[in-house]
């Protein structure tokens, strides 16, 4: 039997750092991977892991020199030549070498890079792990491999994943993005849990897994987690869920009971103080649905007055902010001080401004104050609402019950429009008021008239309508008017949950409360208000007038084709883009409430037949889950939402202007006594008639 060669290993042996140089056959030419400054700060801290490949360099006739090349460890060479640079290390220090004769440098070179095999992440996550239980702290081990402390802790994070998780993901049968996604919750059971039902799915996206192991929690930016504080929860003793790897919005609040718990009991103390100010009644609420105060009077406090101290500051803040901005009124740019103390000034200002409202004790006495959270978390007063029970009744005349008051006459007799008849002239008193009848008579020829007048000034109309539009608008009774102008707006609370968070209704809010504060407390004063207004402020209220009697609802019990299509010839003539003003397709809004079929015709819209698809195969609730995801980044609408491209029409015809003439018979002579119209068909008086009626 022939003996095997065996193999013979090349020789290692130190080698000077003066006595070796670049070799131009290493096939490493791009850059990549750690720089040579943190390989120089890796050798000077762990000394040289790995030995530099070289091969002599002959002279002319093939005898060595002394000197060696380095085809494999260039990148190893530089970062040790920068450290005799530093003066860190001795140009004559010893380097620990493999001395190769055989084959080519190249193929040295080559072999050395190709076939080294790259660290698997998990055997990272493992180390890192390991250096941590043994006391080093995540700073340290982010120093001693030139990463941020947020990434030590998001690979210490994957390395706490059950351990069969680990495996699976070893064994390729998971992704990274997916292990990424388990680390969301720390619970191994849970995940265990929720890998072992994704077996059973068509679909493992990540986001999945993030909704199935977040399911029941509460997400940190939800309104009732900005109103506890996140610090308060954890000291209270709730866990908060966290994703190291994706935005997470502050993460997920486990407990969810104890999370209500915490806004019944801080909303309580907060309406305690409010109580507190003498209101009849305080509901409390974590949320009431939009247009809960509808039909409810509201009561308008005087604002407190700025004491002596407070208006001196407020006169000396704006005699600053004159100052400073005239003494930059030149420059091109405002220099970063005085930009930042113009904006101290304005906040001091605005501060100053808004004064707290007082309202009388007989007000007190019977209204009363909402107390919720707002979208933002933060603590939401309504203060001064009337109930329609709690209104004071009026003092009347004695009528009998049942009686029908007419508005012109004050006739009792039921009968609308009847007068009583002219009473006997009395000879012996000429002071008599005049008889209903006449009085009746007389206002109806000066209704006509001012009609008339009316009708020939059109600024003073438009003054008139916007009068009793705001009268009827913002004031409770509104009857000190004589436009019979009656707007009307509806409330939409029951129809559209979370509808007061949108953006859009958050606006209609804000200016309600401007117009508001702008307007005269009492009704009688509106009028010469008005008068006082420029025109820019009359058209806007107005223009919002107008906004709030919008009512493009539909209604199963009350069908109206005709005022919904106008409504979409409003949206198309204003342009409206339901997208673009913030309405985005949820599980509560749209997407929980619709089919299966409905949720993928959404998808299949606005990502393509592959996204629909991806997602056929779920279950309702994650189906859901995934289209929300999938349109969150599109501009996707439901078609009651959509806006009707506007349709222009046609230009009219252009007709010729034919003097027409009557002959003797009455017959039209132009155009040999046929209309000038052509054929069209004959004009029906009445009708015409009944159209300005």
Known sequence: MTKSQKITLSASRDIPFNKLVLSQSNVRQIKAGVSIEELAEDIARRTLLASLTVRPVLDENGVETGMFEIPAGGRRYRALEL????????????????????????????????????????????????????????????????????????????AAVAPSLLDAYAEEEMTLDQLMAFTVNPDHERQEQVWEALKRHYSKQPYEIRRMLTEGAVRASDRRAQFVGLDNYVEAGGEVLRDLFQTDDGGWLQDAALLETMVAEKLNEEAEAIRAEGWKWIEVGTDFPYGHTYGMRRI??????????EDASYSALKVEYKKLEEDFAEADELP????????????????????????????????????????????????????????PVEETADIPEGDFVDPVTDNTDGDIGKVADEPEEDEDDGTKPLSDRLVCELTAHRTIALRDALANDPQTAYLAALHAMAMRLFYHYGQESCVEIEPRSTSFGAQAPGLGDTAYAQSIDARIESWTKALPKRAEDLWDALTEFDCDSRDALFAHCVAMTVNAVQEPHYRKPRALAHAGVLAATLGLDMAKVGWAPSADNYLGRVTKAQILKAVREAKGDKQADRIAGLKKPDMVAAAEELLASTSWLPQPLRTPALVEKPDEPEFEIVEVVEDGEGESAANGGESAMGDSEPIDEDEDVAAFA
């Open 300 to 309: 308008r406090g005087e604002a407190e007055p700025m004491s002596d101290e």
């Open 336 to 391: 970063e001080e005085v930009d930042a103390r113009l904006g101290e000034i304005e906040t001091a200002m605005e501060a100053l401004q808004d004064r707290p409202i007082q309202f009388d004790a007989e007000e007190l006495a019977i209204s009363g104050a909402f107390v919720s959270v707002d979208g933002s978390g933060r603590l939401r007063v309504e203060r001064g609402y009337v109930r329609p029970e709690d209104e």
């Open 83 to 158: 450290l005799v640079k530093q003066r860190r290390l001795n140009k004559t220090a010893p380097v620990p070498c493999i001395v190769r004769t055989e084959g080519l440098a190249e193929e040295d070179s080559l072999a050395e890079n190709v076939q080294r095999a790259p660290l698997h992440p998990l055997d990272q996550f493992r180390a890192f792990q390991a250096m941590r239980e043994k006391g080093k702290s995540e700073e340290e081990i982010a120093a001693a491999f030139f990463v941020s402390a947020s990434v030590v802790k998001q690979r210490l994070k994957l």
